[in-house]
Every structure is written in structure tokens, then in C-alpha cells.
């Protein structure tokens, strides 16, 4: 079959870092994506990872291990609005997104 | 701008009554996904086109179909509406199979009296 793990709550405070770990099993792969999606609206999009390494973006970068079957999102420089469920995806042999149900990152003052 | 827009951004039905979600882009993409978001569950998809070729998941059930009249439009029919049909529904959109990045609509959330 195939799956998507990551946790399901992690905690944080303003300012620091964290990193959001996401293992996969997929038939075949195109592709990790990693999404924010605020509580009541929709998935936004925040990095793409094909290749093994790292994909810095701002104070959000992606890391991709494929022989591991592993991902990580780090995020710097913690600020409130980061509140949020982030969303790890894979892309199959199909094309087909294989979501994670999500980790909710909660940031404390 | 550019965009995926869904309408209305909440639905109250009854059980059984029939009810359609509709989704439009102005993107020009080539595909359209529809998708069932439950609390703190990962996206479900339900359906996608790419262009006018409908692919419709196996574990979608009877009760969901779909229609896209055009490139800008895709709506999503509930036939009879279950309890357990109450949900986010994500309308997303890319601009072929390969592309990187899905562009998400704000969702229609559903309620099921």
C-alpha cells in the first residue's frame, strides 16, 4: 500500500526552529510536496522536492532523502502566522498526489 | 488575478437532497481535481480531468459524480447526501499532469442536516 507518515502535533515558540519529518511509501515517485493549510481554508503551497538535498526558501526550506523515503520541512524564525496543519504529499508513478492527514504546528509566545 | 474560485463557501443540505458545488479557475490549466477534506484528515481525491478525460478514483462512491462543461468549470453533484458526506471540498487546479504546484480554491464546506 501506500502511505504517508508524519506526526500529528508538534509545539513551538515564537522565534525558533522546527523541524516536520514526513516518511513515505509509494508506488514510484515524482515528486514531495509539502503544503500549509490554515485551520478552515484551503492548502497553499510552500516547496517541491525532486531531487535529494535541500530547497531553501525564505525562512522555509525542504530537505528530501529518496533512498530513505524521507522529508523534512524546517522552519526558521517562528512567527505566530505560522500556526498551521503542513501537508506532505508524494506524486506516484501515476502523477497522482499521496497526501499525509497532516501536522498541526502550534507556536506559543 | 488569476485563481480558483469555488461557490458558495458553505452548503447546508438535508440528508437525501440532492446538492452540486461548483468550481471555476481563470488559469487556463489543463486539470481540475476535486477533493474531500475531513477535520485533521489528509485530502481525499475524489475525481480529476485532464482536459475533457475524466478519471474518476475507485473508492469514490456512485453517490459523487462530476461534470466540467469546459476548461473553466467543474462541478461536483452529491446525488444523496449522507451524514458522512459532511465535509471540506477542494476544488484545485494545475497546469498539466506534470506540473510542480496545484493551486488550491478556498473550499466549499458541507453540511449534512
Known amino acids: 500500500g501506500q502511505n504517508i507518515d508524519q506526526p500529528t502535533e508538534m509545539t513551538a515558540t515564537e522565534g525558533a526552529i522546527v523541524q516536520i519529518n514526513c516518511t513515505y511509501q509509494t508506488s514510484g515517485f515524482n515528486g514531495l510536496f509539502w503544503y500549509q493549510q490554515h485551520a478552515g481554508e484551503a492548502p497553499t503551497f510552500l516547496s517541491y522536492?525532486?531531487l535529494d538535498g535541500l530547497e531553501e526558501k525564505g525562512r522555509f526550506s525542504s530537505f528530501l532523502s529518496r533512498s530513505k523515503g524521507y522529508s523534512y520541512l524546517l522552519l526558521k524564525e517562528l512567527q505566530m502566522k505560522d500556526s498551521a496543519s503542513y501537508l506532505c504529499?508524494?506524486?506516484?508513478?501515476?502523477?497522482?498526489?499521496?497526501w499525509g492527514a497532516g501536522t498541526k504546528l502550534i507556536i506559543k509566545p | 488575478d488569476a485563481m480558483v474560485i469555488q461557490n458558495p463557501r458553505y452548503q447546508v443540505t438535508q440528508f437525501g437532497k440532492p446538492v452540486t458545488l461548483s468550481c471555476s479557475q481563470t488559469?487556463?490549466?489543463?486539470?481540475m481535481y476535486w477533493y474531500q477534506q475531513k477535520s485533521s484528515q489528509a485530502p481525499k481525491l475524489l475525481f480529476h480531468y485532464y482536459d475533457k478525460d475524466f478519471n474518476n478514483e475507485a473508492d469514490t462512491p456512485d453517490n459523487f459524480q462530476s461534470r466540467r462543461p469546459n476548461t473553466s468549470f467543474c462541478f461536483l453533484d452529491i446525488r444523496s447526501p449522507g451524514l458522512g458526506d459532511a465535509a471540506m471540498y477542494l476544488c484545485a487546479t494545475s497546469r498539466d499532469r506534470e506540473a510542480a504546484e496545484q493551486f488550491f480554491g478556498p473550499g466549499t464546506r458541507l453540511t449534512v442536516l
Open positions: 522536492n525532486v
Open positions: 504529499a508524494v506524486r506516484d508513478s501515476n502523477y497522482q498526489l499521496i
Open positions: 488559469l487556463n490549466h489543463n486539470v
